[in-house]
């Protein structure tokens, strides 16, 4: 054995061999030393988002989407460009049990070697509970139609609700989804695809939130309109002295602008506004009457609703009018010796017009002219009242008609200045009826009675 061992070497190969390992050793440490280095932008992956949605209703709304880590190695490690490829990280937020908020977390690195070590890094998570609803869509038209053209509503074919999806906190401040489509040099209805954003009650649009919508657009038909001019007219029917023939009728406005389906619009020749009997018609006292609208047509944008009619005398015709004073009111209480109150007739005198020829209107006594009035105390009560009256006359000239019109006045109903008491004595029975009135009895002549 002895002679093997010297004959072979064995003991220097030996002592190669450790002397071989420990140069190994310092050369590995000195060409290939361990170094730091950061792996920027490294795409996290979150976990456990079943559980915290089952568990608590809670959904991940938002989180760091990439970190930098640290690592420490050997230098032939940290500069492998595959090292990138290999390490992840990753963010269990299946233990979260506080509910909504905002989380760091730890974030667990790997790096694909044991020879590679990870300094600890964190993430942030928001969670919140996520629910939808529906909020309505509004579209509005922007831009000038061609000449002659009016833009009518937006009408969304697709849907007129959108479903938003996002935190509860979130969802309560959209109000609706807005978008707009141009309708510039239009001249006939068309549909478009119109993009939509949601906006606030404030009209401002939402942004840097967690809401998403089921879609960013709507499909729209735009109706376009084109704009007629449609004269006013009435129809006249002739009084006991005025006649269609002797009169002139003036409306303002004469024409108005109409939208609407421009085969409906061909058939209008023109708009009535209703009947005026001569009769009960003032002369150059203007007439308020609305404007019907046939279906299928609208007004225009800054069209009245309503027109004023004036119906005016012809100057060569013989008819005259004249407005007088009438101060003679005879009231009529339904409630009689029922009521306990007292009225009073605030209004002084009430206009009223008469028309003829100029020499039989001048023949008109004044004072045949009442006002009669027919009101219930007891239901009206204390207070100022405006009850309706009707105008008559007796004795008119031949030739001469009261112009029929709605007359108000004022009256005045007050407690009565005396009430009598438990302890009063009856009243006595009142004298027999002999004809003849007593001067509290008679009404005075303009006044109420009482």
């Known amino acids: 054995m002895k002679q093997f061992i010297k004959k072979h070497d064995v003991w220097l190969r030996l002592l190669s061999l450790v002397l071989a390992f420990f140069l190994w050793v310092i050369v590995r440490d000195v060409a290939n ?3 730091s280095t950061t792996i920027r932008d490294v795409a996290v992956t979150i976990t456990g988002e079943e559980e915290l949605q089952s568990n608590y209703n809670l959904s991940v709304i938002e989180y760091t989407s990439a970190v930098d880590v640290p690592v420490r190695g050997p230098n032939n490690e940290i500069t492998n460009s595959s090292l990138r490829r290999r390490i992840t990280a990753t963010v269990d937020v299946s233990g979260i049990t506080d509910g909504a908020g905002e989380y760091t977390l730890p974030v667990r690195i790997s790096t694909g070697s044991s020879d590679i070590e990870a300094s600890s890094v964190t993430a942030r998570v928001l969670v919140d509970e996520v629910t939808s609803e529906s909020v309505p869509v509004r579209v509005e038209a922007v831009g000038t139609p061609a000449d002659g053209y009016r833009a009518g509503t937006p009408e969304p074919t697709t849907t007129k609700e959108i479903t938003i999806e996002g935190p509860a906190s979130e969802l309560a401040e959209v109000a609706y989804a807005y978008g707009t489509v141009d309708v510039s040099g239009r001249n006939s209805t068309f549909t478009s695809e119109c993009q939509i954003s949601l906006y606030n009650d404030a009209g401002e649009p939402i942004t840097g939130t967690h809401v998403t919508s089921q879609t960013d657009t709507v499909t729209v038909r735009m109706p376009i309109y084109p704009v007629e001019s449609i004269p006013l007219a009435v129809t006249l029917t002739d009084g006991e002295t005025l006649t269609t023939d002797q009169v002139e009728v003036n409306i303002e406005p004469q024409n108005i602008s109409l939208l609407g389906d421009q085969n409906t619009l061909a058939g209008i020749t ?3 506004l209703g009947t005026i009997d ?21 007004l225009d944008a800054g069209q009245p609703s309503t027109a004023q009619v004036t119906i005016s005398v012809r100057e060569e015709e013989s008819v005259s009018t004249r407005s007088v004073q009438v101060t003679n009111f005879v009231p009529t209480d339904t409630a009689q010796g029922e009521t ?20 039989a209107l001048a023949q008109v006594d004044v004072d045949s002219l009442s006002i009669g009035l027919t009101y219930d105390s007891v239901s009206l009560g204390t207070g100022t009242h405006t009850v309706r009256g009707v105008v008559a006359a007796t004795g008119l000239p031949s030739g001469v008609t009261l112009v029929e019109q709605d007359v108000e006045v004022l009256i005045e109903i007050t407690g009565s200045e005396e009430t009598p008491s438990e302890e009063e004595p009856p009243a006595e029975e009142p004298p027999a009826d002999d004809g003849t009135q007593t001067e509290e009895t008679q009404p005075e002549e303009g006044g109420a009675e009482t």
Do not use: A, H, W
């Open 33 to 35: 030393p361990d170094r």
């Open 270 to 272: 023109e708009i009535n």
């Open 278 to 298: 001569l009769d009960t018609v003032r002369t150059g006292v203007p007439i308020e009457m609305e404007i019907p609208l046939p279906d299928g047509v609208r």
């Open 340 to 359: 306990p109150y007292t009225v009073s007739i605030l209004t002084g005198s009430v206009e009223i017009e008469l028309r003829g020829s100029e020499s």
